[in-house]
């Protein structure tokens, strides 16, 4: 792919009219107020029918979903036959991206840009509640906490938080995970912080994932998710955390206190083998990893066409900015990374497409370079403004602000930078 | 029913535009080109009719260059049935109402709604036009449209200098729409999928027999004069003579 298609002109114009009409002149309540994001995140899905195609889609996942747990029941005999790992890789490939679905990541990849040209909160919100939410209950859940949980996350109509790390444990986390579920007769007692949750403040359904307390080591525990939901005795949800951007996207602590829920909100309703369920939390990286370049390339092009505007009109020694050399240099690098960023989301695009997926380090590689690339683009943004950039009401100020957190969530940069590695020197 | 509704293509009023070299018309190139917003009014009060009565069909022509398609697709987009577009160059206003009259001739819809006016020139005539070709009645500048239990007329409220007019025309009639007639729809992401399996026919200007040897010969066009600055005054009486004597609005 080398330019989007007439459809997905289309489509980018309805959001980007959007956005202009219902975000922009809303954008300094969302960011510097206490309003939190979800009417218009609502508003968006349900003015573009995003909601009606999740739930077209779920229908025929679940459908799907259905006949094989029925085919797994009539063909063991022996009920320890059926095993949750191999339950889960089966979905995993009916999940997995079939040919020709480049369009439809296309269309989700759209809206991304578009928001991140203003909001990449919003973004987050959306993509923590509607893609890493639903997609982890999606992904290890039982037909029937499909049913409960995750369609009305892909809807918007609940909102959802991922809670894995916590305040001792981020880049290392599942290493450090203090987070406990012991049994208690046909259910589990649940304790443990969670810190950085995105939609954590106000979340309906939040995946908790901790290890199983055998009273075996740590470090050798099992890894499992439960569903809470947000009125639980035991569970607390603070404010939102101060922090120094993407004030769109409340991120708060959750606390968990002898919360005790039945085996129906254990993801998978069966304890899993060894580690298995580290295995689906990495796919759920892979997918936070990709989303993260399509917002690069939205902030990206935002700062472009702020800094060429300012840099034809703002008038210094008698010319307009641009006619410096050193200005051009900024403009020039600008396009370059805008141009890597574009090219890295069209690649992913046609990936998917053929029906391949990214590799882990495919996927690290991606986020690593358009984070990085989206940073050094907003502080030139930035600089390129002079005291203008540094103020609030020129827009750079905020992006810069954002943008720096892509460096951060998802794994920061360095953890990137030792997977990548380490893919490369593995036999 | 049927309803068919008009699509110009025209460059997005948030564009800057700019005489071209020759002075008789715009420079083209990097301009961003959309429905005419008042079409587009016309498009979801076509789809507003069609929701109420079920049974309708809504088709969107555009009459224009090859490039008009991309209007089309956003019209199929919105939820139109079916598309047609008429290629052709130089076509001033009587030129168009013509084409759309044999469009109408061929199709037979029971109203046919245009935006009240085109925002490129402005010009306020091709639905009269077509309207009084047809021998059709007509409702000009409508801000609210209901269409009679049996389907034998439509009722509906223009705007007049200070007040408010309602009339009742019997179908087939050709309908204008004002600004408040509705707020359009964003074509959805469902919509945008199924508009490109949707039929558009395209179809020569040339082809319909109609003359369109243009009327109107635009001699040249000009920029309006850029705006001086402001200027602060010290006093009232100074603004009030500013006023009298040199602006002269007074
Ligand atoms: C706005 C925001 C939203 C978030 N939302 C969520 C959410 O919804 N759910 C959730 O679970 N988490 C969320 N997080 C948490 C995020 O994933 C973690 O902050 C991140 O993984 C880093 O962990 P940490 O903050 O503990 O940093 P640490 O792991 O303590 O890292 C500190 C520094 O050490 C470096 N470092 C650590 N290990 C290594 C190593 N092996 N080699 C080299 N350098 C290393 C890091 O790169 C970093 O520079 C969010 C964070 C932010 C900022």
């Known amino acids: 792919m080398i330019e989007w298609s007439e459809q997905h002109i289309l489509m980018r114009d309805a959001v980007r009219r959007f956005v202009e009409a219902e975000i922009v002149p809303n954008l300094e309540e969302i960011e510097h107020g206490d309003t939190p994001p979800y009417e218009i995140m609502r508003k968006m899905v349900r003015t573009f029918g995003i909601d009606e195609i999740a739930r077209a889609r779920f229908a025929k996942q679940i459908a799907k979903a259905k006949e094989q747990e029925a085919a797994q029941a009539a063909q063991d005999g022996d009920p320890q036959g059926a095993e949750a790992e191999s339950g889960t890789s089966k979905r995993e490939d009916s999940d997995a991206p079939s040919e020709g679905a480049g369009d439809a990541a296309a269309m989700q990849i759209i809206p991304v840009i578009e928001l991140s040209h203003y909001c990449p909160g919003i973004v987050t919100a959306m993509g923590v509640s509607a893609g890493l939410t639903a997609g982890a209950i999606n992904a290890k859940g039982t037909v029937a906490q499909r049913e409960r949980w995750a369609l009305d996350l892909l809807t918007l109509d609940k909102i959802g938080a991922w809670a894995i790390t916590e305040p001792g444990s981020g880049s290392d986390a599942f290493g450090g995970m203090k987070a406990t579920a012991r049994r208690d007769g046909d259910g589990y007692v649940l304790n443990g912080s969670k810190t950085f949750i995105t939609n954590g403040p106000y979340a309906d359904t939040i995946v908790f994932i901790c290890k199983l307390d055998e009273g075996n080591a740590p470090r050798e525990r099992k890894v499992v998710s439960f569903v809470l939901e947000s009125g639980m005795a035991g569970l607390t949800q603070t404010k939102p955390m101060r922090k120094m951007g993407l004030h769109s996207s409340p991120t708060g602590e959750l606390f968990i206190e002898d919360l005790r829920v039945g085996k129906d909100h254990l993801l998978g309703e069966r304890e899993p083998k060894d580690g298995a369920s580290r295995g689906g939390a990495k796919d759920t990286f892979s997918t936070e990893r990709s989303g993260v370049a399509a917002m690069a390339l939205g902030i990206v092009q935002q700062c472009m066409k702020l800094c060429v505007e300012y840099a034809k009109t703002r008038v210094q020694f008698g010319r307009p900015i641009g006619e410096f050399q050193l200005i051009q240099l900024k403009l020039a690098k600008m396009e370059v990374a805008r141009m890597n960023i574009q090219n890295l989301v069209f690649r992913h695009i046609e990936m998917i497409d053929k029906g391949r997926k990214p590799s882990f380090a495919e996927a690290s590689a991606m986020k690593l370079y358009s984070a990085q690339a989206a940073m050094e683009v907003c502080l030139e943004a930035v600089q390129l403004f002079g005291g203008n950039g540094y103020m609030a009401e020129f827009q750079v100020e905020q992006l810069c602000r954002d943008a720096k957190v892509l460096q951060i969530y998802g794994g920061t940069d360095e953890i990137q930078i030792s997977q990548i590695a380490r893919s490369l020197l593995a036999d | ?250």
């Open chain 2, 1 to 250: 029913m049927k309803i068919l509704v008009t699509a110009k293509r025209v460059p997005d009023p948030e564009s800057t535009i700019k005489v071209n070299s020759s002075g008789d018309g715009i420079e083209e190139a990097g301009i961003k080109w959309v429905v005419n917003p008042f079409d587009e009014i016309a498009i979801e009060e076509a789809l507003r009719v069609k929701e109420a009565q079920g049974d309708a069909e809504v088709v969107v022509v555009s009459i224009g260059p090859s490039e008009a398609q991309e209007q089309l697709r956003t019209g199929l987009a919105m939820g139109a049935d079916r598309a047609i577009l008429v290629t052709g160059e130089n076509l001033d206003t009587s030129a168009v109402a013509k084409i759309l009259v044999k469009i109408v001739e061929k199709e037979s819809p029971d109203i046919v709604i245009t935006g009240k006016q085109a925002i490129d020139d402005d010009s306020n005539e091709v639905g009269q036009m077509t309207a009084q070709l047809l021998g059709w009645p007509q409702a000009t500048f409508i801000s609210e449209l209901k269409i009679a239990d049996d389907k034998s007329s439509a009722e509906c409220t223009r705007e007049v200098d200070g007040g408010m007019e309602t009339i009742s025309v019997p179908l087939p009639a050709l309908i204008t729409a004002d600004l408040r007639l509705n707020e359009p729809r964003y074509a959805s992401l469902p919509g945008i999928m199924k508009a490109r399996k949707k039929p558009l026919e395209q179809i020569e200007a040339a082809s319909l027999g109609v003359d369109t040897t243009p009327k109107i010969v635009i001699k040249s066009m000009a920029p309006p004069p850029a705006r001086e600055a402001g200027r602060i005054v010290e006093s009232v009486d100074e603004l009030v003579t500013a006023l009298q004597s040199e602006a002269k609005v007074l």
